[in-house]
């Protein structure tokens, strides 16, 4: 399934790059009539509407979303060195196809010249099976720029538990691990870069925890049954889909943990702040943004796609771009 290319459509353009032909196959795959049905006049409206790649005219037209660059930068006593580190964080892209939207944020990240790129999960969207397709096309392009550490979000997680499912992961897994993909399932992997050593950490919660309503308040001592007690002697980067139990992954000590899976909360309430969680909790915490506690930082990306709920208020998609480097303050 994964060898094959995105399957062609005999009537429409596949040129890369045009808007009234990508971003109505985007709208077609996720059944959204009524919204084809406006571009198609728009598209009739302004029939001269530049269509070169990353023009912010066009980008915004087959969209209909602002885009942003997050960067951040960290310092820590553990690293050597003034010269940073370089990560992009991406989380909750939601492919529904390998279109225009793909390509404009991969080039966006080649501009960043990365080190290396931190995955939060959910780049498929779980109910379209075939969106793992566009996902692991994403990911093997993304590996060609710097070495991708990829943790699962709830969408993946899902076809990957369940039986009429889980063949399907596995093949999507297979691909991405013999493009060199690092997939991490309550392990960690090590990456170096300088003579500094950081430890990448991939946490998968059970469901329950992403329950609608009511999933529980903390994870108690489960991040220790499922990772282990949080070394000390490097830095300690954690992958945490789910931002809910952010004050758990601050007190279990890495030193940065990243996060996405709330898409921002929808509509954003100030810098950290958000209206809803894709649980249905009003106003939830940890909703978008940095947080620091004790020296240790949670970074929330606002995520890069949607998939049922795509209403953005005040609310950008997001490449997260981090700066990581040693202490100038250090003896």
Same mark, same amino acid.
């Given at each position: 399934?994964?060898?094959?290319?995105?399957?062609?459509?005999?009537?429409?353009?596949?040129?890369?790059?045009?808007?009234?032909?990508?971003?109505?196959?985007? !709208?077609?795959?996720? #059944?959204?009539?009524?919204?084809?049905?406006?571009?198609?006049?728009? !598209?009739?409206?302004?029939?001269?509407?530049? #269509?070169?790649?990353?023009?912010?005219? !066009?980008?915004?037209?087959?969209?209909?979303?602002?885009?942003?660059?997050?960067?951040?930068?960290?310092?820590?006593?553990? &690293?050597?060195?003034?010269?940073?580190?370089?990560?992009?964080?991406?989380?909750?892209?939601?492919?529904?196809?390998?279109? @225009?939207?793909?390509?404009?944020?991969?080039?966006?990240?080649?501009?960043?010249?990365?080190?290396?790129?931190?995955?939060?999960?959910?780049?498929?969207?779980?109910?379209?099976? $075939?969106?793992?397709?566009?996902?692991?096309?994403?990911? =093997?392009?993304?590996? #060609?720029?710097?070495?991708?550490?990829?943790?699962?979000?709830?969408?993946?997680?899902?076809?990957?538990?369940?039986?009429?499912?889980?063949?399907?992961?596995?093949?999507?897994?297979?691909? &991405?691990?013999?493009?060199?993909?690092?997939?991490?399932?309550?392990?960690? @992997?090590?990456?170096?870069?300088?003579?500094?050593?950081? $430890? =990448?950490?991939? &946490?998968?919660?059970?469901?329950?925890?992403?329950?609608?309503?009511?999933?529980?308040?903390?994870?108690?001592?489960?991040?220790?049954?499922?990772?282990? $007690?949080?070394?000390?002697?490097?830095?300690?980067?954690?992958?945490?889909?789910?931002?809910?139990?952010?004050?758990?992954?601050?007190?279990?000590?890495?030193? &940065?943990?990243?996060?996405?899976?709330?898409?921002?909360?929808?509509?954003?309430?100030?810098?950290?702040?958000?209206?809803?969680?894709?649980?249905?909790?009003?106003?939830?915490?940890?909703? !978008?943004?940095?947080?620091?506690?004790?020296?240790?930082?949670? =970074?929330?990306?606002?995520?890069?796609?949607?998939?049922?709920?795509?209403?953005?208020?005040?609310?950008?998609?997001?490449?997260?771009?981090?700066?990581?480097?040693?202490?100038?303050?250090?003896?």
């Amino acid at each position: 399934m994964f060898s094959n290319d995105l399957e062609t459509r005999p009537n429409m353009s596949k040129k890369r790059g045009s808007a009234d032909c990508e971003w109505l196959e985007d !709208c077609e795959s996720a #059944k959204h009539g009524a919204i084809r049905g406006i571009v198609r006049k728009w !598209c009739a409206f302004r029939p001269n509407m530049s #269509k070169k790649r990353g023009s912010a005219d !066009c980008e915004w037209f087959y969209h209909m979303k602002n885009f942003r660059i997050s960067n951040y930068q960290i310092r820590s006593p553990k &690293l050597r060195g003034l010269a940073p580190a370089v990560f992009l964080h991406i989380s909750d892209v939601h492919l529904h196809s390998f279109d @225009a939207r793909a390509h404009f944020y991969l080039s966006c990240m080649r501009k960043e010249n990365p080190d290396a790129i931190l995955v939060t999960g959910d780049m498929n969207i779980g109910r379209e099976h $075939r969106t793992l397709l566009s996902s692991a096309r994403f990911l =093997i392009e993304a590996q #060609k720029i710097a070495p991708v550490y990829y943790e699962l979000g709830n969408h993946e997680y899902k076809l990957r538990i369940r039986r009429e499912t889980s063949p399907l992961y596995e093949r999507y897994e297979d691909k &991405l691990r013999r493009n060199g993909i690092t997939v991490l399932h309550n392990e960690s @992997a090590v990456f170096e870069k300088a003579g500094n050593t950081f $430890r =990448i950490h991939g &946490l998968e919660l059970p469901m329950v925890y992403y329950r609608k309503g009511l999933p529980p308040r903390h994870t108690g001592n489960l991040l220790n049954r499922l990772l282990g $007690r949080c070394p000390q002697e490097e830095f300690q980067i954690l992958l945490a889909h789910n931002p809910r139990y952010g004050q758990d992954y601050l007190a279990w000590g890495a030193d &940065l943990t990243l996060a996405g899976h709330y898409h921002g909360g929808v509509m954003h309430l100030g810098e950290n702040r958000g209206l809803i969680s894709p649980q249905f909790i009003p106003f939830p915490g940890f909703a !978008c943004g940095m947080f620091e506690q004790d020296g240790r930082h949670m =970074i929330v990306s606002s995520g890069m796609g949607e998939h049922t709920v795509t209403v953005r208020i005040n609310n950008p998609r997001e490449l997260v771009v981090i700066r990581i480097s040693g202490d100038p303050d250090k003896d």
